[in-house]
Each structure stands twice: as C-alpha cells, then as structure tokens.
C-alpha cells in the first residue's frame, strides 16, 4: 500500500489531486485509518508491532504529502509570476498632455520676477463690496470709473471688482507695514468687447509701504520687472497721469524689442504714490476692527498691470478674445509646454 501511495503523491499535478490523495490514504476514512481500526480484532501479541507499522507507514505517508504540497506550492508561484511578469523595455504610451494657459505662463514669470524681490505673492474675491472696489481707494462717487457703463453690479449691491486695487486695502488692513505684496487676478468691465478689449481680464497688483518709500523705488522696481521680462537692456518710460487711489499717479511702458522688427513700447499699466486718502480709509477700517491706526504718515506705491498684453505679444496672440474662446486650435498649441 505504502509504495502504490508514495506513487500517487509524486504523481499528483496540483493540490486538488494531492488533497484527493491525501483524503483516501489518511483522511477519517482513509485507507490508513481503516486499517488502524482493525487493530482491536488482533490477538493483543501482534497489536503492537502492527500498530507500530501502520503508524511508520502513516508517517512516511505524511512526509511525502508535505513535500508534495511545498513543491506544487513553489511550482504554482512560478507559474504566476512568470504570467504577470512586465517587460520594463516595451515603449511606453503616449498619454494626451495639457499645458498652462498662456495668461498663467505670463503670471508665473511676472511673480518669479517679484519673488526674487522678497514680495508675497496673493489673490483676492472677485465679488467685492464698494467700499474695497471704490471708496476707500479714494474713487469719488461722481468719478467716471463707477459708471453703470463700466461695473458689473450684483443684486444684491455688491460688484465683480473691476480692478485688482480692492486688495490694497485687504492687504493694508490685515497687515501691518512695512509689506511688499502682488496681486494675481480676474478682474471684470462692462465693456464692448473687441481685438484689445474683454468683459473679463487679469491684473497683476504691487504694493509696497514702509518708511520713506519713494517714486524711485516704484521706477526701480519697474525696471527690474522690464529687466526680468525683456533682459538686461530692457527700457522703461513713464508718463504722468491720474488714478484716485495715487498720488502722483503715472502710466508706465517698457520698451518691447521684438526679435521680427516692429519694436514698439507696450504700455503696460498704471502706478503711482499711495494717496494719504487711502491710509486714512486703511486707518479707519482697521480701527472698526479693533486694530491699531498704523498707516497715516506711512509712503509706499502701488502698480497695476495687464498679463494680457504681455502674453499677446510674447506669443503672438492677435486677439485678446483668443484666449478665453476655448478653441482648440488655439490652445492646443500651448500643449505639454509647462
Ligand atoms: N487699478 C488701476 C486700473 O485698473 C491700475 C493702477 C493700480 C493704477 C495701482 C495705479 C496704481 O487701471
């Protein structure tokens, strides 16, 4: 029996066939077991011996089925790794990428730009209130700038913000100075909308306050802006002009050498000296809030500009419509250059 067994289990080709094995020889009612159960039939001189035997068989049975099992074990496993095994050399898939909008693409350079300068880099709500938007950026209520023509009016008498400016004073009073800040964002007019022009565009805001800042900081900082955008022969230009919110106030251009002829300036926003009529709003904000009046007597300016332009040009974007259209043959060509 023991040799017709062991034939069995070396022959068995899986565990379901060794465990049949198994359950026939040794199992409850196995032919090993039976055969110990005629024990007690015997003359009590040969129990013994027989039982002893049975027992050596029933081992040497057990043995075998362990060994059996380990190797079918480790053959399985073989089999299943060699099915799963992945060629590391096959090329891999293309996947569709994306890419970064060109207004973002412009916004990140414009903040590496100011980063190195040591600003924070910040955004604010579009929804804003007419005090931020207007009042206390020293706008009056009969300036042109608060026109039906140019706000987008909410209901519930709120605003889309129509300038980026609002933050200045958010800033100014969570903040104590000194501060070096910008401001990324969407800004919203209620506007014709043409090749220059869009309902929605963005600005970049900077703001600076601390003790005997001047206009040659702000000129300075221009310029390192023009230096950082267009290298180190880059030109800047201002020209005087008028926003409530500054005092003075000036319009600034950087000199735009295109590489295909057709340099010209490219006006690129407006700055000036933060009037004393908007520390004085920041002031009285700051005090309904139970803070300290720290501002009044403080100098600092401000800046806003147009990524818009910059990418237009940088990228040679003939309408401004162009990039909020969503046409993909437009951006399609911005794709996978992150
Ligand atoms: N907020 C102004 C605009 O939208 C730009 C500006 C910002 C001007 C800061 C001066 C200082 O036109």
Redesign the pocket.
Known sequence: MQTQALQEIAAAPDGEALQAVKTRYVGKSGLVTKELGTLGKLPPEERKARGAEINAVRAALETALNEREAVLKQAALDAKLASEAIDVTLPGLPLPAGGLHPINRVYDDLTAIYERMGYAVIEGPEVEDEHHNFEALNVPWYHPARDLQDTFWLDDGRLLR????PMQIRYMVAHEPALKVVVRGK?YRYEATDATHEAMFH?L?GLVVGDGISMTDLKGTIAEMARGLYGPTAKVRFQPSY?P??EP?ADFAVWWDNPRGESKWLEL????MIHPNVFKAVDDLREAEGRERVYEGKTGF???LGPERIAMLKYGIPDIRYFYANDPKVIGQFRGEL
């Open positions: 129509t300038h980026t400016s800004v600005q805001e926003y919110f500054v106030g926003g407006g700055c000036g401000a800046f806003g």
